[in-house]
């Protein structure tokens, strides 16, 4: 089992050995191996346990909280509204972008590293030293291990691909002396890519299918490939003839093809090795004590308060923290549970949005996510609570108090780092992305009966099901919604898509990464849609008043709120609240002082990387170019 107290120490020994000191974490080979340590494969192993905190952060643990839902980075994209002005894109090149450092961090506007080579520094020592020592190995255990090397190596680099488009590209590990090598400029992301391509084949044909219990393995492989895949096959084809830094175009429509592929090939591994299926509530993917046999989960990280392995993430959903701000905008994304967007919906109560309606008429996903009234910590009225339990919300509603173990760092409930319905939704949008434009085979009613109706057919939450909330029906190949607001660019399957990894989702970091590679950073311009800048529909004399039927943490707050306050009617007109007309106050909650974030441009597609680094690379008597556009 992986992320377990035992293991910690060993991974802080193991990232002191690979410690670095300059910006490319580049340190002598002789500071990490020694020549009696590649054995066999338990010093391997060792070697490689290292790498499952840096990559498979789940929740964090403690206050440390990189890339964790809520709390890392995730709220960057356009499902949230915040009170005054948007947290904004970067409008200039940092002074510096580099980590001396093995551990990641994460830049929220892009969901993604930093610049630096550390991690792809340690993963190539991996890899010299199998083909070193490779006599002590097996020719499957050799195999296998170097697809160990190589997904993390993939991993790495995609993320960093993602982040700055052209990066260097480093074979093998660099010698200190070896200047050229360790100063060389960026290579096209096309190159990159290709390497990844490449080692993805080879993990496909090489890694166990069970390497123990909750380690990398086949499928925990492919189900990331498929990620990594789609996501550049994607971009590739919306930002089809982009040069890259050297001048050169380094996005094409034969790269699109040949990755989305890969993403497709990826993800049936998964899919036709029968292991995984819907078997569980979509909440308690986010909420249980321990998912070693929840059926959708191929790799996930575990807590234990006895082994003091814990995180808070929980806790910023228990009601009491802010719990996300979601808008309007976002609210209206969900189906209702006929399967079609509200505005064209036969079902009663399309048109109402109020929470309680909402929670009752929507996808179930939206009562596993949304807490069915208005509770003031959100800034948007709706309160998330996707990673607290059901209890929980109960309890803190009921009580004005947190659970105990909802509170502070002491929440337990595991990560789910790779799951089954990431897989198929990357699957259904791959293949159809080669349908429309690459002369893929057509996507079938049995394509979407395995993928997008098969999330719709997870068993409902026992509180969700006790609500009378029922399944979202199938979707019909020859019946898609055509959703009025849909993008003219986008076809009616493909939106759809869109929306299904919308509502499923919903703080997991793909948001932004997902108006990344579509090219739809305009969706971030909130002055485009004024349903961004709103709450919910709410009643604020019987949800907010001083009335003993208020949930307690809502009581009086419109006495606090008198000249504050205000609601946007169904006909658009906008009431603040005077102290003395609570009887008008029923309409879409308005942001308090919300406005848009500044002007972004092309250039905020990818990130540019530090003046300090280029200047460093100048004082060695080489150059690094900067990114595009900046």
Same mark, same amino acid.
């Given at each position: ?18 410690? @670095?000191?300059?910006?490319? $974490? ?44 809520? !709390? ?56 010299? !030293? ?26 790495? &680099? ?35 890519? $290709? ?49 890259? @830094? ?137 309160? @998330? &609570? ?100 849909? $993008? ?34 305009? &969706? ?72 848009? !974030? ?33």
């Amino acid at each position: 089992m992986i992320m377990k107290k035992s293991l910690y120490a060993i991974f802080a020994a193991l990232l002191l050995l690979c410690s @670095c000191s300059d910006l490319l $974490d580049r340190p002598a080979l002789t500071t990490v191996v020694d020549n009696n340590f590649w054995r066999g494969e338990g010093d391997v192993r060792l070697y490689c346990n290292a790498f499952y905190p840096l990559y498979f952060e789940g929740y964090g643990q403690d206050w440390s909280q990189e890339f964790a839902p809520v !709390r890392g980075g995730t709220s960057f994209c356009d499902d949230f509204i915040s009170e005054g002005t948007q947290s904004r894109f970067e409008n200039k090149v940092p002074t510096s972008r580099g980590s001396s450092s093995e551990s990641r961090s994460c830049y929220a506007q892009y969901y993604g590293p930093s610049w630096g080579f550390g991690r792809i520094h340690k993963v190539n020592i991996l890899i010299d !030293r199998l083909n070193e020592y490779k006599a002590n190995f097996s020719e499957e255990a050799y195999n296998h291990w170097m697809s160990v090397a190589y997904f993390f190596k993939i991993y790495e &680099y995609s993320d960093l691909v993602g982040v700055f488009g052209d990066v260097p590209y480093f074979e093998t590990t660099v010698r200190d002396d070896d200047f050229d090598t360790q100063y060389k400029d960026r290579d096209s992301r096309q190159l990159v890519m $290709d390497k990844v391509y490449d080692m993805c084949e080879f993990v496909l044909n090489n890694m166990r299918t069970d390497d123990g219990p909750n380690y990398v393995n086949l499928y925990v492989a492919a189900g990331f490939i498929s990620r990594f895949m789609l996501y550049e096959g994607t971009w590739q084809k919306y930002h089809d003839g982009e040069e890259g @830094c050297d001048g050169k175009v380094n996005c094409d429509s034969e790269h699109a093809k040949k990755y989305l592929e890969m993403a497709v090939k990826a993800a049936e591994v998964v899919m036709n090795s029968g292991k995984y299926s819907f078997g569980s509530s979509y909440k308690a993917l986010f909420t249980s004590e321990d998912l070693a046999s929840n059926p959708e989960i191929l790799l996930y990280r575990h807590y234990d308060e006895a082994l003091q392995v814990r995180h808070p993430i929980g806790s910023y959903n228990g009601g009491s923290d802010s719990g996300s701000n979601v808008n309007l905008e976002y609210i209206k994304s969900f189906n209702c549970q006929d399967g079609k967007p509200w505005s064209i919906s036969s079902v009663e109560g399309a048109k109402d949005f109020s929470l309680a309606n909402l929670v009752r008429t929507r996808d179930p996903r939206f009562f596993d996510v949304f807490w069915g009234q208005v509770n003031i910590k959100s800034n948007s009225m709706i309160y @998330c &609570y996707k990673y607290a339990s059901y209890e929980a919300l109960q309890y803190f509603f009921e009580t004005g108090d947190k659970l105990a173990n909802w509170q502070g760092i002491y929440n337990t409930n595991d990560a789910p780092i790779m799951r089954y319905g990431e897989v198929v939704l990357n699957w259904i949008e791959a293949k159809a992305e080669l349908a429309q434009s690459y002369g893929g085979a057509a996507i079938t009613q049995a394509d979407l009966d395995k993928s997008i109706n098969a999330l719709r057919d997870r068993p409902l939450s026992t509180h969700a099901a006790a609500a009378g909330v029922k399944q979202t029906a199938h979707m019909q190949i020859n019946d898609i919604p055509n959703d009025p607001k849909r $993008d003219y660019d986008v076809p009616a399957l493909i939106w759809e898509i869109r929306r299904e990894r919308r509502m499923e989702f919903l703080h997991e970091g793909s948001r932004i990464k997902d108006l990344l590679r579509w090219y739809k950073l305009d &969706y971030m311009d909130y002055d485009t849609d004024p349903d961004k800048y709103l709450g919910p529909w709410i009643d604020c004399a019987v949800e907010l008043g001083a009335d003993e039927s208020v949930p307690k943490v809502n009581r009086n707050y419109l006495n606090q709120r008198v000249g504050i306050l205000q609601v946007q009617q169904a006909d658009g007109t906008i009431v603040k609240y005077n102290g003395g007309n609570a009887d008008q106050m029923k309409g879409f909650y308005c942001v308090r002082n919300a406005s848009n !974030r500044e002007t972004f441009f092309d250039r905020s597609y990818m990130a540019p990387i530090g003046q300090q680094q280029i200047d460093e690379y100048k004082m060695r008597g080489y150059k690094l170019t900067q990114t595009v556009n900046w």
